[in-house]
């Protein structure tokens, strides 16, 4: 290396705008976890973590930005994939529809067909990383957008086994919308698989109340509700 050049160092992820209200409940009572050296102190590395004071919702605030690279998304995740896989094994052995959202470039469908080699698999994403992912054949279709899109959620209502939000609520503006946008594709009797970051490392969303919410659009929780993992059957039509 000369004298001149540097080491490379991974870009800085950028954030998002920081906000005044719970994501979960919309309560104004937040309370700072961990302030750290937070953006707002000059520091762009790392961002402070903060709770609702009503519904214990954990989140940061403001969010990282997410993309392909991220640090958060890409550590332990083919692990994290494997485990989240075998949990939903045990409840639906043989689902014949899956949909993955937020599924970027589809990995989780690639580790999740070792478990389930006779599922289609689709993906969506806000990104046309998903059309990379098809072009590939890791899924077999793709869309792009949101769950809480109309023109989406009238295409794809009561069509899936099974529905997977991997690490995807934390992204999120709005992530009870997006689990009802969820159960709303699942059709009756299918499964939906949540995996959110582990709160105990202080990462953006501990699931508190993601069972109560589930349970109220006529879901049965079939694993532990407070544990970062869920799987839920949907008993009946979502509203």
Known sequence: MSATSAPSVPPVPPYGPYREDCPWCGSRRLR????G?????????????ERCA?????FRNPPLTPGPEHPLVRAGVRFRHRLAARALYRHCP???SWLDVGTGDAEFPRAARTHFPYTAFDGLDATHRVLRARAVERVEEAFV?????PHIAARLRERYDVVSLF?????VVDPRAELRAALRVLRPG???????????????????GLGAELVAQGCTI??????????????????
Do not use: F, I, N
């Open 167 to 171: 690490q995807y609520l934390e992204r």
């Open 94 to 96: 043989e689902p014949e």
């Open 32 to 35: 700072a976890r961990l302030r």
């Open 190 to 208: 299918g499964h939906l698989l949540v995996d959110v970051a582990d709160p105990r490392r202080l990462l953006p969303v501990h699931p508190l």
């Open 222 to 239: 079939l694993t532990g509700s407070r544990g970062h993992r869920v799987v839920a059957r949907k008993d009946g039509s979502a509203p």
């Open 145 to 149: 957008g949101r769950l809480t899109d």
């Open 54 to 58: 009503d519904c214990r919702h954990v």
């Open 37 to 49: 050296d937070g953006p707002r102190q000059g520091a762009p590395h790392r961002s402070p973590v």
